[in-house]
């Protein structure tokens, strides 16, 4: 099993900066993606960004140029820096690896508790 904890939202007002960090612990053989997803009430979860094992990054568009998603493998750390915030970035923010467990063939998604993020105008 494995499992994550986010920490670094909280409160702030529009044009301010917030850091995500999420790490990931347990069985882990291998991690091969992490990333971010946010949910807004009455919205579907939708992605953020993602990083791969080997760096390669990928951004919503509505994010693009402000939102900086880095990862520390050796730490199994995800992070997200957010600059530039706007009350439409408010959500809640969830960690979520696709990894593989140690003495399993497979690979799954694991998702962490969510972390809430409001931007105020």
């Known amino acids: 099993q494995v499992q994550l904890v986010e920490s670094g939202g909280g409160l702030v007002q529009a044009g301010g900066s917030l850091r995500l960090s999420c790490a990931a612990s347990?069985?882990?053989?291998?991690?091969?993606?992490m990333g971010w997803y946010r949910q807004a009430p009455g919205k579907q979860r939708d992605l953020v960004a993602s990083i791969s094992s080997g760096g390669s990054t990928n951004y919503a568009d509505s994010v693009k140029g402000r939102f900086t998603i880095s990862s520390d493998n050796a730490k199994n750390t995800v992070y997200l820096q957010m600059n530039s915030l706007k009350p439409d970035d408010t959500a809640v923010y969830y960690c979520?690896?696709?990894?593989?467990?140690?003495?399993?063939?497979?690979?799954?998604?694991?998702w962490g508790q969510g972390t809430q993020v409001s931007v105020s105008s």
């Open positions: 347990g069985s882990i053989f291998r991690i091969n993606t």
């Open positions: 979520t690896v696709f990894a593989q467990a140690l003495g399993d063939p497979s690979s799954y998604r694991y």
